[in-house]
């Protein structure tokens, strides 16, 4: 496997092209920024682990029936994923009121939602990221009527799935960001990642926050939070 030119660099990742063109290289960064950009920094470390987290955490779900964009980890910041073409929604799950839904609709941070929520958003920066819902997913083209009621599906899996997991670990998953993307024949899976900046984590005994919103309100410790997920999750 050669690692070629740079075809993207996001706000957290960057992402090569390969000498086999279904396949790139994913390079996670120490890089964090919030508020779409607003806010910037970098949390030491953060690279390493949230691509050690992520994949776990994806050939957990593969084994679970969930398909994913993983391949194989190469080193520590860097591993290789199917190519896909990114679908251009955030799906945002949610199981307790926290973040942009407690501040949208009065909910306290906390209140168990009596059921999950599950929320679209239109990835496009320059909009910052807007709520969607699927009437303009399918107006925009963004996906179809049966992509849709898949990627539903495979959320609310995934969303039991990881709860589980994680509970087992002493933490509640609060609500989490995930992206899709589409192989060549149409296939969906999951891409991007799963870790401390694109899931809410609290302490299980204590509700200490183990995730982004430490970095995202100056709340210090962060390095330490995404260590301590890691260390429950890996044990090391
Ligand atoms: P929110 O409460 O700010 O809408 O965030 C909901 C979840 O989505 C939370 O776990 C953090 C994650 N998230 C991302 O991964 N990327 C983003 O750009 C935003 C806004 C949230």
Redesign the pocket.
């Known amino acids: 496997m050669k690692k070629m030119q740079q075809l993207y660099e996001g706000k957290a990742k960057k992402v090569f092209a390969t000498d086999d063109p279904n396949l790139y290289i994913v390079d996670y960064k120490d890089d964090a920024t919030?508020f779409?950009g607003l806010k910037k920094g970098t949390i030491q470390g953060k690279g390493v682990i949230n691509n050690t987290m992520t994949n776990h955490l994806m050939q957990y779900l593969e084994k679970n029936g969930i398909p994913t964009h993983f391949v194989e980890q190469i080193s520590d910041r860097e591993t290789v994923v199917k190519r896909v073409k990114i679908v251009p929604i955030?799906v945002?799950v949610?199981n307790i009121a926290?973040?942009?839904?407690?501040?949208r609709l009065g909910i306290p941070e906390g209140t168990k939602l009596q059921s999950t929520v599950l929320?679209f958003?239109y990835k496009d920066d320059d909009l910052g990221?807007p709520m969607i819902n699927d009437y303009h997913a399918l107006a925009m083209g963004l996906a179809t009527r049966e992509e849709l009621d898949l990627i539903a599906s495979y959320s609310f899996k995934i969303n039991q799935l990881l709860t589980d997991y994680m509970k087992d670990l002493g933490i509640e998953l609060?609500?989490?960001?995930l992206e899709y993307g589409k192989l060549d024949d149409g296939t969906i899976v999951l891409a991007d990642e799963i870790s401390p900046?694109?899931?809410?984590f609290w302490d299980s005994k204590t509700g200490e926050k183990l995730?982004?919103?430490r970095f995202r309100r100056d709340m210090g410790g962060v390095e330490e939070a995404y260590q301590e997920v890691m260390h429950r999750l890996m044990g090391k």
């Open positions: 919030a779409n955030e945002i949610r926290a973040g942009s839904l407690s501040k929320e958003s990221d609060i609500d989490f960001k900046d694109t899931c809410r995730d982004k919103d």
